[in-house]
């Protein structure tokens, strides 16, 4: 296992290299893949914390070519010993003055409504619109296996990460959002309430795995997360503050300026006895998939390829394809 797992990293890093470019830019050091950006902010040397952005248009959903990328960002900052803590945030179209970072014309079309008088306006923010849908619908078993493999892998690399991760959820956070919300230590979510967050599966007529189930329970209690899981509930930010899906709410603005500031707090503990204590609490749930990562994949195969899941599945993509006015 602990070989397979090596031998899988040194694929991932080379392939790393190829995809991946490194800029200086203004003292701070970047590089990014297509689809994930990461900044590191501080002085070499010094401690840095590194800012992942997800670039995945239209909605940055999790697809393949995403978790590939995304697992390849994460082992480079594990192994820079200079990072001690990784903000994950979405860097698609935002509203107001700020900058339009990942959208190529055509997506930023797509990205916004027109309004009466047909100008243009910005849809609000996406984090991440949770698992490709496309990968799991009209697809082979072989993919499916391939596909959940992935998603197996990155919960498991952000579950267990040594680093300190936060979110900055500056969108909508949906079931596989939200699994990449609940994996980091702490949350901040922008206080606008067209965003919702949470594990929607029972929505589209599937069923949230029972290690994201897990992480879901140790996250805001057992009884409030059955009832979320099995309604399939989208919390809107004072709602999930108050169930405890995220840790803060602060105004759109300032979701980045708040999330360096609770990190600055979370650095200034040493990283062995933070890092110890993480493990402690986490290490049974992150166990119980490793001991059954084979079967889980087969069943996430036989399930997905069912003919009734995936008639669920057209329907809900043929929802939201005429969901538009
Ligand atoms: C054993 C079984 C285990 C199951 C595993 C369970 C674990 C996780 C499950 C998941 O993560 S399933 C995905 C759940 N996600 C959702 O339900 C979100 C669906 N999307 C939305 O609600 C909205 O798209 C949005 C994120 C709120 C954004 O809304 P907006 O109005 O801005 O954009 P849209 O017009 O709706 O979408 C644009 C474009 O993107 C396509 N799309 C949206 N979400 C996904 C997705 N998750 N995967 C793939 N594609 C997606 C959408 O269909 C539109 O496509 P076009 O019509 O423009 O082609």
Redesign the pocket.
């Known amino acids: 296992m602990a070989m397979a797992l090596r031998a899988a990293s040194r694929v991932l890093l080379r392939a790393g290299s190829r995809l991946g470019r490194r800029e200086a830019v203004d003292g701070a050091r970047r590089f990014a893949n297509k689809r994930v950006l990461v900044e590191t902010e501080g002085a070499a040397g010094a401690t840095r914390i590194a800012v992942m952005k997800f670039r995945n248009p ?2 940055n ?3 393949l070519d995403f978790l590939t990328e995304f697992v390849i960002s994460l082992e480079k900052l594990e192994n820079d010993k200079s990072i001690r803590g990784v903000i994950l945030t979405s860097d698609s179209l935002k509203r107001g003055n700020q900058t339009k970072v990942a959208a190529t014309e055509k997506t930023e079309e ?2 916004a ?1 027109r309004d009466h008088g047909g100008r243009l306006q910005e ?2 923010g ?1 984090f ?9 619908y009209g697809r082979n078993p072989a993919h499916y296996a391939e596909y ?1 493999k992935a ?1 197996q892998e990155l919960w498991l690399r952000l579950y267990l990460s040594s680093l300190t991760l936060m979110s900055a959820i500056n ?2 956070s ?4 939200c ?1 990449l919300a609940i994996t980091c230590d702490y949350r901040i979510m922008a206080d606008n309430p067209k965003y ?1 967050i949470g ?3 029972s ?2 007529g ?4 029972f290690w ?1 189930k897990d992480n879901y329970v140790n996250t805001i209690g057992h009884r409030a997360a059955e009832r979320a899981l099995q309604l399939g509930t989208l919390f809107p930010p004072a709602e999930a503050l108050k169930v405890g899906v995220v840790d803060e709410v602060v105004p759109e603005d300032q979701v980045h300026s708040k999330t360096l500031s609770v990190m600055a707090k979370w650095l200034a503990i040493p990283d062995h006895s933070r890092q110890l204590t993480k493990t402690m609490m986490r290490k049974a749930t992150a166990d119980n998939l490793i001991k059954q990562r084979e079967a889980d994949i087969q ?2 195969a036989s ?2 390829s069912r003919d009734s ?1 995936q008639k669920s599945l057209h329907m ?2 043929e929802k ?2 005429h ?2 006015g």
């Open positions: 239209p909605v959903s999790l697809s797509k990205r409504t849809r609000p996406i991440s619109a949770g698992l490709d849908l496309l990968e799991m959940w998603v969108g909508a949906p079931a596989g959002g699994l919702t594990l929607n599966e929505l589209l599937i069923v949230a795995p994201l069943n996430f399930f997905i899941i809900y993509l939201l394809k969901k538009k």
